[in-house]
C-alpha cells in the first residue's frame, strides 16, 4: 500500500465523537453561528473579543494591514499587568485564587489576585530601582517558581520587554539569547528542583555572564537555599528576597501601552543556527490569549486550569500566565517533573486541588501510557471537564487512552495547532459545537483562516494534502523577529506571497478539518520542542575531530521525533564510545538536554545530491531502520516526507 494511502486507510477508520450535549449546556461559545460572522467580518470579531480587555485609552482603529506587517487596535492604550492582575483586585474577586502553586519537594503556595497583585507591584519597584524603562529587555532565567510570573508581570507593568528563556537551556544558549536581546538586567535563581536533583541556574547564568556586556545588575531568587550555595558577585548580583524587602508596598502605577508596543520577545528555533526572537505585541497578544481562553478552553471563574507546559515556552507564556489570568480564572502551577516522587504526581495535583481543565502534551500522554492505568487510577479525576494536548500531533491511540483513561469518556479534547508565532491556538475545536476526530487539530479558531496550498501555492481540494499556510492577519500574530525584519519576510512571507507559511504540512479532509503532519523544513520537533537541525550540526563540528556533521529528526514513539546525527570524521580519526558521549555532551553544554542526540552514526561520508545537498530523507531512512518497535503515530506519517523532499528539492533550486 503506498503511504497516502495508509493515511488514507487511517482516516477512513476516523471516529467522530460528536459534541456531548452536557458540555455544550453549559459552554461558552453554542451558537456555531460565531464562525460565519468572524468569517463574514474578522475585524468586527476580533474588536469585539479586544473589547474584553481593559483599555486605559479605548481604540477606534482595528487594523492596518501591509503585508507583511500588520498593527491592531492601534491607537488604544492598555497594559498587560493591569489586564492580567490589577483588574481582578477590585471586588469580589480580589481574593479569588490567581496561582495554585506547587514545589517539586512538596511545598505549596496560593496567591490570590491581590497578593499577587501586590507582589508585581513590589517588582515594579525593584525593577525601577534597578534602572529598568519601558522598552528595555529583562531576561527571565527561572525555575516554574511563582517569581517568574510576577517578574513577568512587573516588567509588563513598567512597559519592560520580558525575554523568557527556559531554565533547561545551557549557559551558552542563555548568552546568546542575552546578547541577541541586549537586556541589561537578568533574573535567576539560586537553582531549581528537577527530580529530585537541583538545577544550577546561578552557576550557569555566571558562566553565560563571561561574555555578556550589556547587563548590569542580576537579581536571583532564593529557591534551594542551603541545597544549592552560590557565589555572589557584588556590586552586580542582589538577592531578590533581599530588594523586594526593602520595596515601598506602594502600589505601582502601570505605565500604558501602547496597543503595538511589544510585551515580550521569546527565542524559537529555526532552519539557521540562530534562534529567532519572536516579538510579541501587548493588546493583540493579549486578546489571541484571552479569547482562546474562553472559547477553546471554555474558561470560566470556578476553573482550575493546569497546563503542564513551562512558562519558558510560548504555552505557558499564553496558557500558564497572559490567557488564564487575563479571564480571572486559577491556574495550577507545578514546578517539577510528573514521575516526582512517582509517576502518579499530575494526578495527585489534579485530585488535591479539583482541576478542572487539563492541558498537556501528547509525548507526555504517550509516557503516562507507558507507564501504566494504575497511577491515574489511583486518583479521583471526576473535577476534569476539559481535556488538551499541543506541540504535535497526537496519534488516535494516545487521543483514546486521553479520553477514556484521563476524561473517563466525559470530557471533550481539545488539540490545539499554533506555535510561538501565532501566540495563541489557531487551529482547534470549540468544544461546545466542533465534532471531534482523535488526531485532528480540526478548524481554524473564529476569526483565523487557514489554507493547504500545493508547491504552486493553489489550494488543494479537499482530501489533498500540502503546506499550511493563514491566509489574514490575526490579533496574536508575531510582529517580527528581533533585530531582524528582513528574515522575518523572508521565513514567513516570501515563500507564498501575502500569507503567513506555517513550515507546517498538513491534509486537508473531506469535512474540512486538518491534519498536521509535521514539519517540512530543517526543525525536528522532539517532545514538543523545536529544535534546528543546524543548531545541533554547528554543536557537532565544533569539535575537532568532526569533518562534517547532519542532523535529522526520526520517528520516536514517546518524543514523536528523536535526533539523530551523522557524523564523518578528520583523516585518522577514529569512532570510539567516548567520542559518541563527547559529541553528545558537547550538544547538551550548547544547547540544552532537550537538544541532545538520540545517537550518533559514523559515516566516511555523508550522502549528498549532485547539488551538494545533504539527502536528509536518506538518513532518516536509514535512523528508522534502526529504531526499534513499530511506531504507528501520525506524528510523521509518510506523507510529510514526500512534501518534505518537494520542499528541499526546491528550496535547493
Ligand atoms: C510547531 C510549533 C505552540 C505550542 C507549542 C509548540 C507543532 C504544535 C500542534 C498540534 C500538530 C503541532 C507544529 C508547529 N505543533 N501544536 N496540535 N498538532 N502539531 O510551539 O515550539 O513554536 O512549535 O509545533 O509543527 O509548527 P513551537
Not at 468586527?44 to 507583511?68: C, G, I, M, N
Not at 479539583?354 to 501510557?369: D, E, K, V, W
Not at 542532523?551 to 577514529?574: C, M, N, P, T, W
Request: net charge negative; glycine share 10%; with cysteine.
Amino acid at each position: 500500500m503506498s503511504d497516502q494511502g495508509q493515511f488514507d486507510t487511517l482516516l477512513r477508520e476516523t471516529r467522530t465523537f460528536p459534541v456531548l450535549p452536557q458540555f455544550k449546556a453549559q459552554s461558552n461559545v453554542r451558537d456555531p453561528a460565531v464562525y460565519t460572522q468572524a468569517e463574514r467580518d474578522p475585524e468586527a470579531f476580533w474588536a469585539e473579543q479586544a473589547r474584553e480587555l481593559t483599555w486605559s485609552t479605548p481604540f477606534t482603529q482595528v487594523l492596518d494591514w501591509t503585508p507583511p506587517h500588520v498593527r491592531w487596535f492601534y491607537d488604544g492604550e492598555l497594559n498587560a499587568a493591569t489586564n492580567t492582575v490589577d483588574r481582578w483586585r477590585v471586588g469580589p474577586s480580589k481574593n479569588r485564587a490567581a496561582i495554585i502553586w506547587e514545589g517539586e519537594p512538596g511545598d505549596r503556595t496560593v496567591l490570590t489576585y491581590d497578593l499577587l497583585g501586590r507582589e508585581v507591584d513590589r517588582a515594579a519597584h525593584m525593577l525601577t530601582r534597578l534602572g529598568v524603562k519601558a522598552g528595555d529587555r529583562v531576561t527571565l532565567y527561572l525555575p516554574m517558581v511563582p517569581e517568574l510570573v510576577i517578574a513577568m508581570l512587573a516588567a509588563a507593568k513598567i512597559g519592560a520587554i520580558h525575554s523568557v528563556v527556559f531554565g533547561g537551556f545551557s549557559a551558552q544558549a542563555l548568552r546568546d539569547r542575552i546578547n541577541d536581546a541586549g537586556s541589561e538586567v537578568v533574573i535567576t535563581a539560586d537553582g531549581g528542583w528537577r527530580r529530585g536533583k537541583t538545577v544550577p541556574l546561578k552557576a550557569n547564568t555566571d558562566e553565560a555572564l563571561i561574555a555578556c556586556p550589556t547587563i548590569k545588575a542580576v537579581v536571583v531568587v532564593r529557591r534551594l537555599g542551603d541545597h544549592g550555595p552560590v557565589s555572589m558577585n557584588h556590586g552586580r548580583d542582589w538577592w531578590w528576597h533581599e530588594l523586594m524587602e526593602q520595596m515601598p508596598a506602594d502600589p505601582f502605577p502601570a505605565v500604558a501601552r501602547n496597543a503595538e508596543d511589544v510585551l515580550f520577545t521569546l527565542y524559537t528555533s529555526g532552519t539557521t543556527g540562530k534562534p529567532k526572537g519572536i516579538v510579541h505585541s501587548t493588546a493583540g497578544y493579549l486578546t489571541g490569549a484571552n479569547t482562546s481562553c474562553r472559547t477553546v478552553f471554555d474558561l470560566k471563574l470556578d476553573d482550575v486550569y493546569f497546563c503542564t507546559a513551562d512558562i519558558g515556552w510560548v504555552t505557558g507564556h499564553t496558557y500558564v500566565v497572559y490567557g488564564p489570568l487575563s479571564t480571572g480564572a486559577t491556574v495550577i502551577m507545578y514546578e517539577g517533573a510528573p514521575d516526582w516522587p512517582d509517576r502518579d504526581r499530575y494526578w495527585k495535583i489534579i485530585e488535591r486541588y479539583g482541576c478542572t481543565i487539563l492541558y498537556t502534551a501528547p509525548t507526555s500522554i504517550r509516557t503516562f501510557m507507558k507507564w501504566g492505568p494504575e497511577y491515574p487510577g489511583r486518583c479521583r479525576l471526576d473535577s476534569l471537564r476539559l481535556l488538551g494536548t499541543v506541540g504535535e500531533p497526537i496519534n488516535p491511540e494516545a487521543w483514546m487512552w486521553y479520553s477514556e483513561v484521563i476524561g473517563h469518556s466525559r470530557c471533550p479534547i481539545v488539540d490545539t495547532w499554533w506555535q510561538t508565532e501565532t501566540g495563541a491556538a489557531m487551529i482547534a475545536p470549540l468544544p461546545g459545537l466542533t465534532a471531534l476526530k482523535p488526531g485532528s487539530a480540526s478548524l481554524p479558531v473564529p476569526g483565523v483562516s487557514a489554507q493547504v496550498l500545493d508547491g504552486q501555492g493553489r489550494p488543494v481540494d479537499p482530501g489533498g494534502a500540502g503546506y499550511l499556510v493563514l491566509t489574514k492577519p490575526w490579533p496574536s500574530m508575531l510582529r517580527t523577529i528581533w533585530g531582524d525584519d528582513k528574515r522575518y519576510q523572508d521565513t514567513y512571507w516570501s515563500r507564498f506571497p501575502g500569507k503567513y507559511f506555517t513550515g507546517d504540512g498538513a491534509h486537508w479532509d473531506e469535512d474540512g478539518y486538518f491534519w498536521i503532519l509535521g514539519r517540512v523544513d530543517d526543525v525536528i520537533n522532539v517532545s514538543g520542542h523545536r529544535i534546528g537541525t543546524m543548531e545541533v550540526e554547528s554543536a557537532l563540528v565544533d569539535d575537532h575531530r568532526v569533518a562534517e556533521a547532519a542532523v535529522i529528526g526520526r520517528q520516536h514513539d514517546v518524543k514523536g521525533q528523536a535526533i539523530s546525527g551523522f557524523v564523518s570524521l578528520k583523516e585518522g580519526v577514529e569512532s570510539s564510545p567516548e567520542l559518541v558521549a563527547a559529541l553528545k555532551q558537547h550538544v547538551v553544554d550548547t544547547i540544552g538536554a532537550m537538544a541532545r542526540p538520540e545517537e550518533i552514526f559514523f559515516t566516511a561520508e555523508l550522502p549528498k545530491t549532485r547539488s551538494g545537498k545533504i539527502m536528509r530523507r536518506l538518513l532518516r531512512d536509514i535512523a528508522e531502520g534502526q529504531a526499534l518497535g513499530d511506531t504507528t503515530t501520525l506524528a510523521d506519517p509518510q506523507v510529510v516526507e514526500s512534501l518534505k523532499q518537494q520542499y528541499e528539492e526546491r528550496e535547493a533550486d
